[in-house]
């Protein structure tokens, strides 16, 4: 099993910038061996696909994020960040990161969730 701990959301202006990290406390398997994601969730709206970073490495990032959002991941920290540039009023959300050995862009596929962290844009 593992615990996540989202940081780093807050208040911020249009066109402005913020890192997310997601941190892992684990107990018998190593964090290498996760699948790690970003979702996010506004009021109303269906929980919705970010980002992700595979345990090989390889990362995918979502449609309505591409250009402006990046993801990357620091093992020997246990940590996942992710990095989000240009943001707009659209990216409010509060920010859930899901590990999974076998994940996937589908929440379903989780069943490990931090607490999340509040992410709102200002015009």
């Known amino acids: 099993q593992v615990h996540l701990v989202e940081s780093g959301g807050g208040l911020v202006q249009a066109g402005g910038s913020l890192r997310l990290s997601c941190t892992a406390s684990?107990?018998?398997?190593?964090?290498?061996?996760?699948?790690v994601a970003w979702f996010r969730q506004a009021p109303g709206k269906e929980r919705e696909f970010v980002a992700m970073?595979?345990?090989?490495?390889?990362?995918t990032i979502g449609d309505g994020s591409k250009g402006r959002f990046t993801i990357s991941r620091d093992n020997g920290k246990n940590t996942v960040y992710l990095q989000m540039n240009n943001l707009e009023p659209e990216d409010t959300a509060v920010y859930y990161c899901?590990?999974?050995?076998?994940?996937?862009?589908?929440?379903?596929?989780?069943?490990?969730w931090g607490q999340g962290t509040q992410v709102t844009v200002s015009t």
């Open positions: 970073t595979y345990k090989s490495g390889a990362r």
């Open positions: 684990l107990s018998g398997r190593t964090f290498n061996s996760y699948d």
């Open positions: 899901a590990a999974s050995p076998f994940g996937s862009a589908f929440a379903s596929r989780y069943n490990d």
